[in-house]
């Protein structure tokens, strides 16, 4: 069952899960690894100009603590770490996908 909102509690809501995308790169991270995409620290590093190393792992953290990435680090030597998003993350998709097709339809936003 769906939880029923108040106009007070759905901006509250709406409001916390920004905060979870706030952040210069963690979109960009996300979009890297919609559809199932599995990507290595460094492809990500390569994947993303201009992000630092320290700056990917602080993005990459706070992300997986969110439950929206999961880290997989395999025993190899050197360790091969890799990330995913969770279940969860991958339900981001559709509703950025949404927000997307909503922005189209603002011209202004569009030519941009």
């Known amino acids: 069952m ?4 108040t106009p007070e509690s759905a901006a509250r809501d ?3 899960v920004i905060r979870l995308l706030e952040g210069r790169w963690k979109l960009l991270i996300l979009f890297h690894l919609f559809g199932g995409q599995v990507q290595r ?3 990500l590093e390569k ?3 201009g992000i ?3 700056m990917l792992a602080q993005q990459l953290r706070q992300l997986e603590g969110d439950g929206i990435v999961v880290r997989t ?3 190899e030597v ?3 770490v890799e990330y995913r998003l969770t279940e969860w993350g991958q339900a981001l998709c559709p509703a950025l996908d949404g927000l997307l097709r909503w922005a189209e ?3 202004a936003l569009a030519a941009g």
Do not use: A
């Open 2 to 5: 769906r939880k029923q909102y």
């Open 14 to 16: 709406v409001e916390q």
């Open 41 to 43: 620290y460094s492809d």
């Open 47 to 49: 994947l993303i100009p």
């Open 52 to 54: 630092s190393q320290k």
């Open 73 to 75: 680090v395999y025993p």
């Open 78 to 80: 050197p360790p091969r």
């Open 105 to 107: 339809q603002n011209d």
